[in-house]
């Protein structure tokens, strides 16, 4: 039996490894429900290799919702809050989304931002600018 993933080890995993994949944030047609765009940093390939998934909200350092590849699946390009995809596992929530701030965690990523206004709606944050790969000397 295995213990729930806390966010913190997610948030830890992904510190120290090299930035390989984005996430992007899209709204749904259901209040609350955010959509989430998995690929690589440069926006336009399938995302690489993802182990855990993390909605965090603003300023804590327990999930909302966590989710942890099995090993038996290629992850998918899209993930829907709360729907937990084949190959995957539930490891916390998920919770229903509160109006408020929300931080997004992937494997080999950099964190994503995104907010529930008062009446629902997923507003995602901008992305951080993308830097441009040094020139050859």
Not at 19 to 24: A, L
Not at 67 to 82: C, E, K, M, N, V
Request: hydrophobic residues 35%; glycine residues 8%.
């Amino acid at each position: 039996l295995q213990k729930p993933c806390p966010a913190a080890s997610i948030v830890a995993a992904t510190a120290c490894e090299a930035i390989i994949n984005e996430v992007r944030i899209e709204p749904s047609s259901a209040p609350r429900v955010p959509v989430f765009v998995l690929t690589d940093t440069s926006g336009n390939a399938p995302s690489i290799l993802i182990y855990g998934f993390s909605v965090v909200r603003c300023g804590s350092d327990s999930a909302s919702w966590t989710i942890a590849a099995d090993g038996s699946q290629a992850h998918p390009p899209r993930l829907t809050y709360g729907e937990t995809p084949p190959g995957y596992q539930t490891r916390v929530g998920p919770e229903p989304l509160r109006p408020g701030c929300y931080d997004v965690y992937v494997t080999g990523g950099r964190r994503a931002r995104f907010r529930i206004d008062a009446n629902g709606k997923v507003i995602a944050d901008s992305p951080p600018p993308r830097r441009e790969p040094a020139p050859p000397r």
